[in-house]
């Protein structure tokens, strides 16, 4: 049963990408940031985040194909182990705050009879401490600027249009 959602979710992604979503919201954000540290924790936040609501095993199996290709376009592959650890670790602890961002957290609301609204609120002071020390994590690494206008014109990214099924037959 658990499956079953991972599975579909990464039918979700190779769709996103094979319309050229991924690539059209990447060139987006890359002409959105400034520097390598700002990428990152844009990339960790929203695993951060999104797993609160896709439970954080989505939210990885998303967001890690995402920055790996926004990193590429940045040719900032190096930065590849740290971020995907970071949005690792973001995914884990943004999903401890619902009852649905982690499986444990559904049978725990229920074995105690805790309502959405209390598990919350018991949950919200880890999540906000987790919060901090995730964006104190992604403030110690290196700062560089995310240069795109430097790279050539075949270097640099450019949103794409997205591409219909009727188009790529």
Request: charged share 10%.
């Amino acid at each position: 049963l658990h499956s079953f959602p991972t599975r579909r979710s990464s039918d979700l992604v190779a769709g996103f990408q094979s319309i050229g979503l991924f690539h059209f919201l990447g060139s987006a954000l890359l002409t959105k940031v400034r520097t390598t540290r700002q990428l990152i924790l844009v990339l960790s936040l929203l695993c951060f985040f999104s797993s609160m609501f896709i439970t954080n095993d989505v939210a990885l199996l998303t967001f890690v194909p995402f920055a790996i290709m926004i990193l590429t376009m940045a040719g900032q592959q190096k930065l590849l182990i740290s971020t995907i650890v970071l949005q690792t670790i973001g995914a884990n602890l943004g999903s401890m705050f619902t009852p649905v961002g982690n499986p444990q957290n559904l049978y725990l609301a229920s074995a105690f009879s805790l309502s959405t609204g209390t598990f919350l609120i018991r949950m919200f002071p880890l999540t906000a401490l987790s919060l901090v020390l995730l964006v104190a994590a992604a403030c110690m690494l290196p700062s560089t600027p995310v240069d795109i206008a430097s790279q050539t014109a075949a270097e640099r990214p450019e949103p794409k249009k997205l591409r219909s099924e009727e188009h790529t037959s």
